[in-house]
C-alpha cells in the first residue's frame, strides 16, 4: 500500500505560469511534508517543508499547502521557469520515524519557453 | 552543499558477484539512509542508520545489507548481485535538531547488474 502518491507522472507548463504539483498521503501520523527536487544525474535537493500545524509555507516562487482533513498537499511554483524543469518528490515522515521519509514516485515538471 | 559522496559513481558487474558501495559525509550528522531510485517507483529505503553500529531494515531490505563503523562511512553490500538490483543507488543524511527531517543527498551511483 503506497502511503505516498504522486498521481501525475508528468506535468507541463508554459514559462512564466503557475506550476501545481500534487501529493496525497494515507498516514495519519504523518505530521512533516518535503518536497525534493531532482535533475538529471543527480541527487535530490531539498526544497520547502511544512509542519501539520502549518497550512501554507512559502519560500520565493514556492509555496507549499497543506490541507490535513483531505491529506493533501501541493506545490505551487509561481512564476515557473525553465529552470525548474525537474522530476519533483513529495516525501512524508512522523516524529517517530528516525527521520525515516516515504517518497511518492516523483512529478516530471516542464516548463517551455 | 552538504558533504556527501559516493563512490563508485558508475559500476558495471555480473550476477553473483558481491559489491560495495561506499557513501562518506564530512557533516557529522547521525542519520544515514541508503535508497534506491527506479523508473516508476520514486526513491525506496533500502537500510538506514541512527548511529555507529545502530541500523535498520527499510521497504526493500531483503538481498542488501550495511555496515556504519564510522560516523562518516555507511557502506551498502550486495552479498550476490542479481540483475533485479541494476538501479540507481543514493546515499541521503540527516542531522538532529530543528533541521533533522531534511535530507541530503549525494550524487548517486549507477549500478548494472549483467
Known amino acids: 500500500d503506497q502511503q505516498v502518491k504522486q498521481n501525475s507522472p508528468s506535468l507541463s507548463v508554459q514559462e512564466g505560469r503557475i506550476s501545481i504539483l500534487n501529493c496525497d498521503y494515507t498516514n495519519s501520523m504523518f505530521d512533516y511534508f518535503l518536497w525534493y527536487k531532482k535533475y538529471p544525474a543527480e541527487g535530490p535537493t531539498f526544497l520547502i517543508s511544512i509542519s501539520s500545524i502549518k497550512d501554507k509555507n512559502e519560500d520565493g516562487r514556492f509555496t507549499v499547502f497543506l490541507n490535513k482533513s483531505a491529506k493533501h498537499l501541493s506545490l505551487h511554483i509561481v512564476p515557473s521557469q525553465p529552470g525548474d524543469s525537474a522530476v519533483y518528490f513529495c516525501a512524508a515522515l512522523g516524529n517517530t520515524n528516525a527521520g525515516k521519509s516515504t517518497f511518492g514516485d516523483g512529478t516530471t515538471l516542464t516548463v517551455k519557453p | 552543499d552538504a558533504g556527501i559522496t559516493q563512490s563508485p559513481r558508475h559500476k558495471v558487474t555480473e550476477t553473483g558477484t558481491p559489491v560495495t558501495l561506499r557513501c562518506h559525509q564530512t557533516e557529522n550528522h547521525r542519520y544515514m539512509y541508503w535508497y534506491r531510485q527506479d523508473p516508476g517507483h520514486g526513491l525506496r529505503l533500502i537500510h538506514y542508520?541512527?548511529?555507529?553500529?545502530?541500523?535498520d531494515k527499510g521497504e526493500v531490505s531483503d538481498g542488501y545489507s550495511v555496515s556504519r563503523s564510522k560516523t562518516e562511512d555507511f557502506l551498502l553490500t550486495l552479498e550476490s548481485a542479481t540483475s533485479s538490483q541494476t538501479s540507481v543507488y543514493f546515499c541521503?543524511?540527516?542531522?538532529?535538531?530543528?533541521?533533522?527531517?531534511?535530507?541530503?543527498f549525494g550524487p548517486g551511483t549507477r549500478l548494472t547488474v549483467t
Open positions: 542508520s541512527y548511529g555507529v553500529k545502530d541500523t
Open positions: 541521503a543524511i540527516s542531522g538532529a535538531g530543528v533541521t533533522s527531517y531534511e535530507q541530503y
